[in-house]
C-alpha cells in the first residue's frame, strides 16, 4: 500500500524504520509467516501483559505503542 500511495504523491517519511503495532493478534489464517490481526482497543478494554498483570497507564495500545511495546517485552515468560 505504501507503493500504491507514493504513486498518487503521497510523502512517505522513515521507510527506514520499523513500526510496531501491539494491538495484534495471531491470525488463526495467516496470508504470510507471522501475519497478525491488528485490533484496536476499546475504552472499557483490560489489557494484560505476558504474565496476566494489568497494563498500566500511559503504557496501553492506542495510546503509547512504544510504552506498550516495552511493556510487553518486559514481562515475556520464559
Do not use: C, F
Amino acid at each position: 500500500m505504501l507503493d500504491v500511495a507514493t504513486e498518487q504523491g503521497v510523502r512517505l517519511v522513515n521507510r527506514d524504520r520499523m513500526w510496531h503495532s501491539t494491538e495484534g493478534l495471531q491470525n488463526w489464517d495467516p496470508v504470510w509467516p507471522d501475519h497478525a490481526i491488528r485490533i484496536l482497543p476499546g475504552p472499557s478494554s483490560v489489557w494484560l501483559d505476558a504474565r496476566g498483570r494489568q497494563l498500566p497507564a500511559p503504557g496501553l495500545p492506542g495510546y503509547d505503542t512504544l510504552g506498550t511495546l516495552e511493556l510487553l517485552l518486559k514481562s515475556r515468560l520464559g
